[in-house]
């Protein structure tokens, strides 16, 4: 038997709807900040991060946003519309969406990485090695796919899925899709009395393994 662990710094996750992450644009200074007008050119947001802002695929850094309104706009005058957010691809931890800059997210997180054939790639003998897929702990709904082909759904635990015969001998790319509640969202737009201490922990915690073992 081959158990294969997954290594958490390998996943890559995927915010599927937006969140509140500014990604400084327009003008900028040599002190770290950046401005750029809005709303016609009546005020300037100015964004200062808390940090050094990471690479491409980076841990999420605070960011404060500063702005400088024109005559008479103050409050919820300032912004024309809701806010509109660009969410990408990045490496994190098996962790809970709070800890990860995802406080307020209520939707999907889908994670990825390549993993290689099981044993003799399941070419060899008369029928391939059972090959199965454990998520370790999950709160949410997981969704699992290979090679973009639908494996399976599981809404509670144990978050196991049979992937006998659908890795190739060049390996294959495991994506986990997974699903939380709106506890997170209720929880930020509240005040409410509905939502319950543990109901906005979410995200995939694992620990990933993937195992391998010959038929009888």
Same mark, same amino acid.
């Given at each position: 038997?081959?158990?294969?662990?997954?290594?958490?710094?390998?996943? #890559?996750?995927?915010?599927?709807?937006?969140?509140?992450?500014?990604?400084?644009?327009?003008?900028?200074?040599?002190?770290?900040?950046?401005?750029?007008?809005?709303?016609?050119?009546?005020?300037?947001?100015? !964004?200062?991060?808390?940090?050094?802002?990471?690479?491409? $695929?980076?841990? +999420?850094?605070?960011?404060?946003?500063?702005?400088?309104?024109?005559?008479?706009?103050?409050?919820?005058?300032?912004?024309?519309?809701?806010?509109?957010?660009?969410? $990408?691809?990045?490496?994190? /931890?098996?962790?809970?969406?709070?800890?990860? $800059?995802?406080?307020?997210?209520?939707?999907?997180?889908?994670?990825?990485?390549?993993? /290689?054939?099981?044993?003799?790639?399941?070419?060899?003998?008369?029928?391939?090695?059972?090959?199965?897929?454990?998520?370790?702990?999950?709160?949410?709904?997981?969704?699992?796919?290979?090679?973009?082909?639908?494996?399976?759904?599981? #809404?509670?635990?144990?978050?196991?899925?049979?992937?006998?015969?659908?890795?190739?001998?060049?390996?294959?790319?495991? /994506?986990?899709?997974?699903?939380?509640?709106?506890? +997170?969202?209720?929880?930020?737009?509240?005040?409410?009395?509905?939502? !319950?201490?543990?109901?906005?922990?979410?995200?995939? !915690?694992?620990?990933?393994?993937?195992?391998? !073992?010959?038929?009888?």
């Amino acid at each position: 038997m081959t158990t294969l662990h997954s290594p958490a710094e390998d996943l #890559v996750a995927i915010a599927d709807t937006p969140q509140p992450v500014v990604r400084p644009t327009g003008v900028h200074h040599a002190d770290g900040t950046s401005e750029r007008p809005r709303l016609g050119w009546q005020h300037v947001m100015r !964004f200062r991060p808390g940090a050094a802002l990471p690479p491409d $695929g980076g841990s +999420p850094v605070p960011c404060q946003i500063a702005v400088e309104p024109a005559p008479g706009l103050s409050g919820g005058a300032l912004l024309a519309g809701p806010v509109r957010c660009h969410v $990408g691809p990045g490496r994190t /931890e098996l962790a809970d969406w709070q800890a990860i $800059g995802l406080q307020s997210h209520s939707g999907a997180v889908r994670y990825r990485r390549h993993i /290689e054939a099981p044993g003799d790639g399941g070419t060899g003998g008369d029928a391939p090695p059972t090959t199965i897929l454990d998520l370790g702990e999950v709160r949410g709904t997981a969704e699992v796919l290979v090679d973009g082909r639908r494996v399976g759904v599981r #809404v509670c635990s144990p978050y196991t899925f049979d992937l006998t015969g659908r890795v190739g001998p060049a390996g294959a790319r495991l /994506e986990v899709l997974v699903c939380n509640t709106l506890a +997170p969202h209720l929880d930020a737009v509240g005040p409410t009395p509905f939502v !319950f201490a543990g109901q906005k922990r979410s995200g995939l !915690f694992g620990p990933v393994s993937v195992t391998t !073992f010959s038929r009888p």
